[in-house]
């Protein structure tokens, strides 16, 4: 798994499956805001965002031999016929939905639940800066596009209203049921 050091799902004596993800020391700080911010999510009303399970003591990312742990419930989710999905109009609705909802549920989030809001600008600004001191042959190849971006799109960036959002919504980082 790429977030986490490692994962498990489990099962209870009743019969409920939970994931069981390990995360290394420094990412403590960051998924305490992520798991924060679903608590809050959920207590107006997103149920569909899965947040983690809180311990006895009220911690969502309790620590066990140097790493944190976190605790959710495991939802099977359908896999979508690729490339099927790109079509369909349900899956769009369903998702604008939710989008919808999420809007609505990020209200009133408490002040101490924050994040370093993400500029799309500063990632391509590295990304080419990256290019450049270690593939400078792909620089050329891909400096048209970063033009257009300079002409069309860069000053523009920093006019734009920041809200909260998902951060990588798309149809393959969704857990899909189509029962």
Request: aromatic share 12%; with cysteine; hydrophobic share 40%.
């Amino acid at each position: 798994p790429e977030r986490s050091l490692s994962r498990a799902v489990i099962e209870t004596v009743p019969g409920d499956l939970f994931l069981l993800e390990k995360f290394p020391r420094e990412k403590f700080i960051v998924r305490k805001r992520v798991s924060r911010t679903i608590d809050h999510l959920n207590s107006q009303g997103l149920v569909q965002a899965l947040g983690g399970q809180r311990t006895q003591q009220g911690e969502f990312l309790p620590f066990f031999q140097g790493n944190c742990f976190q605790l959710s419930p495991f939802l099977d989710s359908t896999g979508l016929a690729r490339p099927d999905w790109v079509g369909s109009a349900e899956i769009g609705k369903n998702m604008a939905l939710f989008l919808i909802q999420m809007q609505s549920a990020f209200r009133d989030l408490p002040d101490q639940i924050s994040f370093t809001p993400f500029s799309i600008k500063a990632y391509i600004l590295k990304l080419f800066a990256d290019m450049r001191n270690h593939e400078p042959k792909m620089v050329g190849r891909y400096s048209p596009f970063l033009d257009f971006l300079g002409a069309n799109f860069m000053d523009a960036h920093d006019r734009l209203p920041q809200i909260f959002c998902h951060g990588d919504f798309h149809p393959l980082n969704v857990l899909w049921d189509q029962h």
